[in-house]
């Protein structure tokens, strides 16, 4: 079955513990990004990736860190979260980034203390 | 400035009855419009893709249509399945989403 995979689905954690929140597709798609979604602000993308190759800051990618070491995964890495950073957050993946739908993961449910 | 703007923010139908949700865009370059359906805590689902104004797409009750500064999405006869939020996102140099029309169908 064709999906973006993201875990964990779920995570409490507190202020300033290093956490990472992993992606993976396997739709052999080149684009990847990562959004967040908070109530009343919508969808923010905080990083995407063209390709393999190319990795770029979305709108919103203070505190955030993102690596593309293959093409199937796209790792968000929160150094040291803070409370601000308490979000829905979304995986998706496209076959390209120009014209092509993009498809999301289940979502990661954050909270920070 | 790229923006995306989607009315109205929230949407009360009985079942059976007709309705529009619009999605206002101003972007240069735009490459392509996105139709998604997101249900509560899970991730968009895409619906549509229309890529030049004039174009239109349908899925069962659903029907998208695009011209130069706004795209609509008509839903016909909605069920109480139908309720959920639905994003337009446009894409140029980059993506943008609006925040959605929170749709409610009253069995």
New interface residues.
Partial sequence: EAQVTQNPRYLITVTGKKLTVTCSQNMNHEYMSWYRQDPGLGLRQIYYSMNVEVTDKGDVPEGYKVSRKEKRNFPLILESPSPNQTSLYFCASSRQFYSYEQYFGPGTRLTVT | EDQVTQSPEALRLQEGESSSLNCSYTVSGL??L?W?RQDP??????LF?L?SAGEEKEKERLKATLTKKESFLHITAPKPEDSATY?C?V?AD??I????TRLHILP
């Fill in positions: 490459r392509g996105f998604y805590g899970k991730g968009p689902e895409f893709t890529y994003l996102a894409q980059k993506i989403f609006g925040k959605g």
